[in-house]
């Protein structure tokens, strides 16, 4: 169906998830709140769109790879000790371990998209900080997920994608939707009060290396020395980020 029409049925399904579970009440929405969360919402839904568009042009691993990059740009500024560079410089290690540099023939519009993608998940990142401090997380993630219907189902209404639309691709868009969105934004909110954005972004250094984990798990896809080794740098950066911002706290 596209990616357009994947991602309009992934964040449209899961906005009516969130918007019957959680029953913001718009009205009640202040000024201040409305000038983060629409620009969250609106930041969450593009960084969806663009992400399947690139990966409908370029392997998911680098994608995945590349999109990280945003995170790490926070997390770098972020940091103010030793330390925490240590574990952004672990986190970057694996990266480019885990990524498939050796693939000739990259689409560069692919590269792009993944690179905006990344951009985007940075904006997400902040901008859900910012906003886990003023609303309740699920007013927030269900609020900001309808702007991102709001901003992503037309593209997949002009695409024609939904057009094609069949029972199981309904059956399908629905697991994505509570999979892909719905609990993990949800958790991801939660997380975000709680967490340094620094520390969030670290942490979200897990997802090339669950990615790589999952396919080895349903699509058989074995993995290198270098990609295994990548993993544990991740897995390093990841708890040690969160060790450290434990004891800062104490």
Same mark, same amino acid.
């Given at each position: 169906?596209?990616?357009?029409?994947?991602?309009?049925?992934?964040?449209?399904?899961?906005?009516?998830?969130?918007?019957?579970?959680?029953?913001?009440?718009?009205?009640?929405?202040?000024?201040?709140?409305?000038?983060?969360?629409?620009?969250?919402?609106?930041?969450?839904?593009?960084?969806?769109?663009?992400?399947?568009?690139?990966?409908?042009?370029?392997?998911?691993?680098?994608?995945?790879?590349?999109?990280?990059?945003?995170?790490?740009?926070?997390?770098?500024?972020?940091?103010?000790? &030793?330390?925490?560079? =240590?574990?952004?410089?672990?986190?970057? #290690?694996? *990266? @480019? +371990?885990?990524?498939?540099? /050796?693939?000739?023939?990259?689409?560069?519009?692919?590269? &792009?998209?993944?690179? =905006?993608?990344?951009?985007?998940?940075? #904006?997400? *990142? @902040? +901008?859900?900080?910012?906003? /886990?401090?003023?609303?309740?997380?699920?007013?927030?993630?269900?609020?900001?997920? =309808?702007?991102?219907?709001?901003?992503?189902?037309?593209?997949?209404?002009?695409?024609?994608?939904?057009?094609?639309?069949?029972?199981?691709?309904?059956?399908?868009?629905?697991? =994505?939707?509570?999979?892909?969105?719905?609990?993990?934004?949800?958790?991801?909110?939660?997380?975000?009060?709680?967490?340094?954005?620094?520390?969030?972004?670290?942490?979200?250094?897990?997802?090339?290396?669950?990615?790589?984990?999952?396919?080895?798990?349903?699509?058989?896809?074995?993995?290198?020395?270098?990609?295994?080794?990548?993993?544990?740098?991740?897995?390093?950066?990841?708890?040690?980020?969160?060790?450290?911002?434990?004891?800062?706290?104490?």
């Amino acid at each position: 169906i596209g990616a357009a029409g994947t991602a309009s049925l992934r964040i449209g399904i899961s906005a009516i998830i969130l918007l019957a579970v959680y029953r913001p009440n718009l009205l009640k929405i202040t000024p201040n709140q409305w000038k983060i969360v629409i620009p969250y919402g609106l930041s969450l839904g593009a960084m969806n769109l663009i992400f399947y568009l690139a990966i409908e042009r370029i392997p998911i691993g680098l994608a995945v790879t590349l999109e990280f990059i945003g995170p790490l740009v926070v997390a770098v500024i972020g940091s103010k000790r &030793l330390i925490d560079y =240590l574990w952004v410089l672990l986190a970057t #290690a694996g *990266i @480019v +371990l885990i990524a498939p540099w /050796s693939n000739n023939g990259i689409d560069l519009l692919g590269v &792009l998209f993944a690179l =905006l993608a990344g951009a985007f998940w940075a #904006a997400y *990142i @902040v +901008l859900g900080t910012k906003v /886990s401090k003023i609303m309740k997380g699920g007013d927030a993630v269900a609020t900001g997920m =309808l702007f991102a219907s709001i901003l992503i189902v037309p593209f997949g209404i002009l695409e024609n994608g939904l057009t094609n639309l069949t029972p199981t691709f309904l059956y399908l868009g629905i697991a =994505l939707a509570l999979l892909s969105s719905a609990i993990p934004f949800t958790l991801e909110m939660k997380a975000l009060a709680q967490l340094p954005a620094r520390t969030f972004s670290i942490l979200m250094s897990l997802e090339p290396a669950a990615a790589s984990i999952f396919a080895f798990i349903f699509l058989q896809e074995y993995l290198t020395f270098n990609e295994i080794l990548a993993v544990v740098f991740v897995v390093i950066a990841s708890v040690g980020s969160t060790i450290t911002s434990k004891r800062t706290t104490i």
